[in-house]
């Protein structure tokens, strides 16, 4: 039989432990159901920091009207172009 959990064990102070009992008793969770929930959360935050963009609106303003409204190519950018028709047989 698969398991779809895993175990994770940590050595934390006596006064963190308490800590953590304490929270837990507080919102009526287990601290096993409270330290899960906010190590999730941690996680999340720390992939999502990782990993998202996040603009200004004046910038993504300043995206969206480059997509819609393109600059005409110039000449280094059109020799680029010819280059690349070149290499890749066009």
């Known amino acids: 039989m698969l398991s779809t959990t ?3 064990e940590a050595r934390i102070s006596t006064d963190l432990h308490a ?3 304490r929270a837990a008793e507080l919102q009526g969770r287990s601290v096993t159901d409270f330290v899960t929930e906010v ?3 941690e996680a999340r935050q720390v992939v999502d920091d990782a990993t998202l963009l ?3 609106p004046e910038d993504q303003a ?3 009207d ?3 409204n ?9 020799r680029a172009f010819v280059r690349r028709d070149q290499l890749v047989g066009k």
Do not use: E, T
């Open 6 to 8: 895993a175990r994770l």
């Open 19 to 21: 800590l953590l009992r």
């Open 39 to 41: 190590l999730r959360k």
């Open 54 to 56: 996040r603009i200004s």
């Open 62 to 64: 300043r995206f969206v």
């Open 66 to 68: 480059a997509l819609l």
């Open 70 to 78: 393109p600059p005409v190519p110039n000449a280094a950018l059109q």
